[in-house]
């Protein structure tokens, strides 16, 4: 009589997590324990009409910012791409790559990558490797001409407590490097902390101010890869990370996409940026402070309304 052969039944892997969405169990441990959690910290779009503040319009022209940085297509942004995106591009092991795998599709962000993606291009002086700001930040830095660039008349850094230069405080600071400044928190190296400069963001502001070449892609690019790093800061480029991953093909599963924040128009500079102790700008509507006169007395004619005409633009 034959024996009968019993097949054994052993126990089967199970898969224990969504490879579709994750390529590795890093990162599904990543998403869940950290990114999952997390807050985005959306970009601001720019939205400034002829003769609003024309200098600042300029430049944003002439680095290409109007493009794409400050003007992404539809302004959406799919908030599970985004996590996902983070959570791919986590490294246990070191720095992150320079690319994640977004639902089975690579999405780069490497410097050439997103300069590309971007339009914005590197502009290097003649016999130069490096731009203007990537130059300028290897140098020691100069506080007194970034106060007198940023700030208005007779304000300056607040020291630290071991007596060195440590912030600029946002009320401080010139209409101009208020509006730069409320741009960065958001579309550049982003921060929710936004009541004051630190002195590495007073530099990118005082390289904004004074036209400096720099490279954007490396500005992005560094700051994701920290982003997806950190186990606290907020989740920035939500608006990038979802048009990159459309570009590469992803699909997203939601109907309904969040929009951006409020956009940096004349309202807002008006409300949140504009300094009245600043004589190099005025903005129509926009009363500046006047010391209290001394007591005149009292007249039934109607006081002459204070002239609200635009004044021109003097660089600081």
């Known amino acids: 009589m034959a024996s009968k052969k019993h097949k054994s039944i052993g126990s089967r892997p199970?898969?224990?997590?969504?490879?579709?969405?994750?390529?590795?169990?890093?990162?599904?441990?990543?998403?869940?324990?950290?990114?999952?959690?997390?807050?985005?910290l959306p970009e601001k779009k720019v939205e400034l009409y002829h003769t609003e503040l024309d200098d600042f319009k300029t430049e944003l022209k002439r680095r290409n910012f109007h493009k794409r940085l400050t003007n992404l297509v539809d302004g959406s942004?799919?908030?599970a791409l985004v996590k996902e995106f983070y959570a791919n591009l986590y490294s246990s092991e070191g720095?992150?790559?320079?690319?994640?795998?977004?639902?089975?599709?690579?999405?780069?962000?490497?410097?050439?990558?997103?300069?590309?993606?971007?339009?914005?291009?590197?502009?290097?002086?003649e016999g130069e490797t490096l731009p203007i700001y990537s130059r300028y930040c290897s140098l020691p830095t100069d506080y007194r001409e970034i106060e007198a660039t940023l700030c208005i008349p007779g304000r300056r850094f607040i020291l630290n407590t071991e007596g060195h230069p440590?912030?600029?405080?946002?009320?401080d600071l010139t209409t101009l490097a208020q509006v730069?400044?409320?741009?960065?928190?958001?579309?550049?190296?982003?921060t929710s902390h936004t009541s004051d400069l630190t002195v590495d963001r007073a530099r990118l502001i005082f390289g904004l101010v004074s036209r400096m070449d720099m490279?954007?892609?490396?500005?992005?690019?560094?700051?994701m890869t920290s982003i997806a790093q950190s186990n606290t800061s907020r989740l920035g480029f939500p608006t990038l990370i979802t048009a990159?991953?459309?570009?590469?093909?992803?699909?997203?599963?939601?109907?309904?996409?969040?929009?951006?924040?409020?956009?940096?128009?004349l309202a807002h500079i008006w409300n949140n940026c504009w300094n009245p102790e600043d004589l190099t700008i005025s903005i129509r509507g926009a009363r500046r402070a006047r010391a209290r006169p001394a007591a005149l007395p009292s007249t039934s004619v109607a006081p002459t309304p204070t002239s609200t005409s635009v004044a021109p633009f003097v660089p600081p």
């Not at 224990?16 to 990162?27: E, K, N």
């Not at 639902?103 to 962000?109: E, S």
């Not at 490279?215 to 700051?223: E, R, T």
Request: proline content about 6%; charged content about 20%; glycine content about 6%.
């Open 95 to 125: 720095p992150s790559p320079k690319q994640a795998i977004v639902r089975g599709h690579l999405v780069k962000i490497d410097v050439d990558s997103l300069n590309t993606f971007l339009e914005t291009p590197v502009v290097l002086a």
């Open 180 to 190: 730069w400044s409320a741009l960065s928190y958001s579309n550049m190296p982003p």
């Open 166 to 171: 440590g912030r600029i405080l946002r009320k």
């Open 244 to 265: 990159l991953c459309r570009a590469r093909g992803v699909v997203s599963d939601n109907l309904t996409f969040e929009r951006l924040s409020p956009v940096i128009n």
């Open 14 to 40: 199970t898969t224990q997590y969504d490879t579709r969405r994750f390529h590795s169990l890093d990162a599904w441990n990543q998403y869940t324990d950290n990114v999952l959690g997390r807050n985005i």
């Open 215 to 223: 490279n954007k892609g490396a500005l992005v690019s560094g700051q």
């Open 77 to 79: 942004k799919d908030l």
